[in-house]
């Protein structure tokens, strides 16, 4: 009896490790959504956030009658951005979102992309600390607020995690340089504009050196990102991009996930307020990484 409890706990071990990978791509919650836990895709874990959930309540605003995106004025909260994925329907997803087989990969893309799944995450960017490009902005732990300064044309995306942020222009008529004149990043250049309540952001001129979401999805230089921000009542963000890469897509593509507001700390503690977090404080997936590396020759 012995025996056969053993071999049970070995088939399931092993069966465990063969499905991470998939199991990762289909939930892609942010790195952390327990306190401490690291995953093989994100720079570690992180708190958790927990949070009791709030009543519904309607959608904030600012005296002008405009959707307030953050919290409400002498409130304190923020965006519990872990847990979320452009690809799959489970979870916070959206259900409008592809499944994996139904993404428009060129082959190229297709084959880097299981690949990437078959390294289970040791050659993440993220988990060597590089910042999270694209929508993968919206899948780390330490909160996010989203400052809204409509006197300076320009809103702020504030993150936690290596107190990230992301700067959107909103001067009407404005426009992206010229190609040749961009200098290509981790967050690109980006111009937004309200649709009735919701915010919608024009983003070009990424670089190469992230994965623009945990699961290991592949993008290019010609990466052009358009997300909407819609807040569909006081405790819920939706997200919505659409992708469109000529260098890696067949044709542009959508998805998105609800992203909750959360009023009290990580610890569940009082306060409400996003926390500093640095990756190089705490850094340790690079060094267990370049083990595996070594062991895997």
Not at 73 to 89: D, I
Not at 101 to 116: G, I, K, L, M
Not at 266 to 295: A, K, V
Request: net charge neutral; glycine share 12%; proline share 7%.
């Amino acid at each position: 009896m012995r025996n056969h409890r053993l071999h049970i706990v070995i088939i399931t071990g092993v069966l465990g490790l063969f499905l991470l990978p998939f199991a990762l791509t289909a939930q892609d919650a942010g790195a952390g959504a327990r306190g401490g836990q690291r995953g093989a895709g994100g720079a570690r874990g992180g708190r958790g956030g927990r949070g009791a959930a709030q009543p519904s309540a309607p959608t904030p605003r600012w005296p002008d009658g405009r959707v307030n995106l953050d919290a409400a004025p002498g409130q304190k909260g923020f965006w519990n951005v872990m847990q979320g994925n452009v690809v799959g329907r489970n979870g916070s997803a959206l259900p409008t979102n592809l499944t994996l087989d139904e993404v428009p990969f060129q082959d190229w893309a297709r084959s880097v992309y299981e690949y990437r799944q078959s390294r289970q995450g040791l050659d993440d960017p993220h988990a060597r600390c590089y910042p999270a490009g694209g929508m993968r902005f919206f899948t780390v732990p330490n909160g996010l607020n989203i400052v809204d300064q409509p006197e300076l044309n320009r809103i702020f995306l504030i993150s936690g995690e290596n107190r990230d942020w992301r700067r959107i222009a909103m001067e009407p008529g404005r426009k992206h340089p010229p190609e040749d004149q961009i200098v290509p990043s981790y967050f690109g250049d980006s111009i937004g504009h309200w649709e009735g309540e919701t915010l919608v952001v024009d983003t070009v001129g990424f670089n190469e050196r992230f994965w623009v979401i945990r699961g290991g999805l592949p993008h290019t230089r010609f990466l052009h990102l358009v997300e909407r921000f819609t807040r569909v009542n006081y405790n819920s963000l939706k997200y919505e991009v659409t992708i469109d890469d000529k260098g890696a897509y067949t044709r542009p593509w959508s998805g998105g996930w609800l992203i909750p507001w959360q009023t009290v700390n990580y610890d569940n503690s009082p306060g409400g307020e996003i926390h500093e977090y640095f990756c190089h404080d705490n850094e340790r997936d690079s060094e267990r990484f370049d083990l595996d590396e070594t062991r895997s020759k």
